[in-house]
Nanobody
Framework: QVQLVESGGGLVQAGGSLRLSCAAS????????VAWFRQAPGKEREFVAR????????YYADSVKGRFTISRDNAGNTVNLQMNTLKPEDTAVYYC????????????WGQGTQVTVSS
């Protein structure tokens, strides 16, 4: 049973930083992509960033490029999202998701963690 558990959300002032973590378990992820999505109130869920588990290749949404960094912890099955220079528009529930590189849809999702950026 694959489980993705997010942590690290909270309240921060604009310009501040937060680090989100996604602990993955239940299988080997060598042929998987792990991504972060977010959903703000009244808006559709949007892609934030993703990382290839095996190649560590990363890809970012334009809205976070240069401010957010996604990485994988070699010591454990954890994917982190370092968020710097946060803006009020970054306020959302952030979700960790995973899919096989052979699939187009993300099949595993975490429960989400709230990030609130005050102005």
């Amino acid at each position: 049973q694959v489980q993705l558990v997010e942590s690290g959300g909270g309240l921060v002032q604009a310009g501040g930083s937060l680090r989100l973590s996604c602990a993955a378990s239940g299988r080997t992820f060598s042929n998987y992509l792990v991504a972060w999505f977010r959903q703000a109130p009244g808006k559709e869920r949007e892609f934030v960033a993703r990382i290839s588990w095996s190649t560590v290749y990363t890809y970012y949404a334009d809205s976070v490029k240069g401010r957010f960094t996604i990485s994988r912890d070699n010591a454990g099955n954890t994917v982190n999202l370092q968020m710097n220079t946060l803006k009020p528009e970054d306020t959302a529930v952030y979700y960790c998701a995973a899919r096989s590189i052979y699939q187009t849809e993300y099949t595993y999702w975490g429960q989400g963690t709230q990030v609130t950026v005050s102005s």
